[in-house]
């Protein structure tokens, strides 16, 4: 069974400052880590994932994401923040191989991006 | 392509009335998933689909019905609402049967059902 802590529930930062959202994760295999984005009255969508290779993933508007097994972690960061990066986000796991359909969410964080 | 569609977007029921929450995909996927969000809480599973006419429980199954007999359709059924089942419903699908497809490990999720049980 795998679980995860995101260990902050509400992020405030002022705009154009950066951020990074804890995420830990517990698993006894191999598994993916995903970060998914959820805007106000939204469903989730998926900001980016880690299956293999690079420990480094990025997205397409600016977040990274780094890989640490040995501290079984996969923490968020953005450089400079926007008003527009307001939104609540989940980290979530899975089992590599067999079984990775099964997502296990965090319970998320709130990033409020101050003007 | 629509992506997953999920209906109502918003339903108040009384205590032990029934409904059906409806879940559309068009991507082809054969995994089909039904999620609840409660505040602070994150995503809990309820149920999930492998494939059309093939249904798993979830983290919390109690008081929750699925079927799935078709690739598309993954509706969820309440049959006694209680006001424990106040939450908001996604409905998620992934593993494109399509080999060259390389997102075969994303979920994508539909915008929710609001359900309020009074």
């Known amino acids: 069974a795998q679980s995860v802590t995101q260990l902050d529930s509400q992020v405030p930062v002022f705009e154009e400052a950066p951020v990074e959202l804890r995420c830990n994760y517990s698993?006894?295999?191999?598994?993916?880590l995903f970060w998914y984005v959820q805007y106000p009255n939204q469903g989730l969508q998926l900001l980016l994932k880690?299956?293999?290779?690079?420990?480094l993933v990025e997205s397409i508007n600016g977040f990274e994401a780094e890989f640490n097994k040995s501290q079984t972690s996969f923490h968020l960061r953005k450089p400079s923040v926007h008003i527009s990066d307001t939104a609540e986000y989940f980290c979530a796991v899975s089992p590599s191989g067999a079984g990775s359909y099964q997502l296990t969410f965090g319970k998320g964080t709130k990033l409020s991006v101050i003007p | 392509n629509a992506g997953v569609t999920q209906t109502p977007k918003f339903r108040i029921l009384k205590i032990g009335q029934s409904m059906t929450l409806q879940c559309t995909q068009d991507?082809?996927?054969?995994?089909m998933y039904w999620y609840r969000q409660d505040p602070g809480m994150g995503l809990k599973l309820i149920y999930y689909s492998v494939g059309a006419g093939i249904t798993d429980k979830g983290e919390v199954p109690n008081g929750y019905n699925v079927s799935r007999s078709t690739t598309e359709d993954f509706p969820l059924r309440l049959e006694l609402a209680a006001p424990s089942q106040t939450s908001v419903y996604f409905c998620?699908?992934?593993?494109?049967?399509?080999?060259?497809?390389?997102?075969?490990?994303?979920?994508?999720f539909g915008p929710g059902t609001r359900l309020t049980v009074l």
């Open positions: 880690y299956l293999s290779g690079s420990t």
């Open positions: 991507m082809n996927h054969n995994y």
């Open positions: 698993s006894s295999v191999s598994v993916y």
């Open positions: 998620a699908s992934s593993y494109s049967i399509d080999p060259r497809d390389r997102d075969t490990d994303t979920q994508y």
